[in-house]
């Protein structure tokens, strides 16, 4: 039917055919691999959980016993160790054992904002410190060095050295400190 005697065709505009076609056996193909691909990476992530727990049930055995053994062993062991071995081996577990979170504390109260620290030397076995730092002026280091004694771990504190080193558009004091560390027992 035509309203206008010269109007275009009417256009038919479908962009979804009505029929719709099947699958075709390339489709199921695919989806048949991809279901096999699928159950593959199941069985592994099954087989391989498996051997997860069983390592976690061996590692649980191994550190039961090992609790068990360590008291039986350290009894042996202690027979075999002469006073000459041991001494230097108490040493070591002296300074490695010390009271160093302590010691971080007391650092960490007696700091300042006029002071920064650069250096720390630390022999826990003589009781030794030695620490390089710069403040602003010399009697914030020197205040500092009071900090510290007074926090209660350190002994004789005192600075060693000094010197004034530019930084910028200012000027700084460059110490080294030196003090005895009375490492809690």
């Given at each position: ?32 691999i991809g279901l ?135 000027m700084v004091v460059?110490?080294?400190?030196t003090a005895q ?5």
């Amino acid at each position: 039917m035509k309203l206008l005697p010269n109007a275009p065709a009417a256009v038919d505009l479908d962009f979804a055919p009505a029929r719709r076609r099947r699958p075709g056996a390339l489709g199921w193909s695919l989806l048949a691999i991809g279901l096999l691909a699928a159950s593959f990476a199941g069985y592994e992530f099954w087989a391989a959980e498996r051997e997860l727990d069983e390592r976690a049930a061996l590692v649980a055995r191994l550190r039961t016993e090992l609790r068990q053994e360590r008291p039986q062993q350290a009894v042996r062991n202690a027979a075999l160790v002469s006073a000459e071995e041991r001494e230097p081996a108490d040493r070591v577990a002296g300074a490695l054992n010390a009271d160093w979170a302590s010691f971080f504390a007391d650092l960490a109260d007696a700091s300042h904002p006029e002071v920064a620290l650069l250096e720390l030397q630390g022999d826990a076995a003589r009781g030794s410190l030695r620490m390089v730092g710069e403040a602003q002026s010399v009697e914030a280091a020197f205040a500092y060095v009071d900090r510290l004694q007074r926090a209660g771990m350190l002994r004789e504190a005192r600075i060693d050295s000094h010197e004034w080193v530019t930084q910028g558009p200012q000027m700084v004091v460059r110490f080294v400190l030196t003090a005895q560390w009375r490492p809690a027992s």
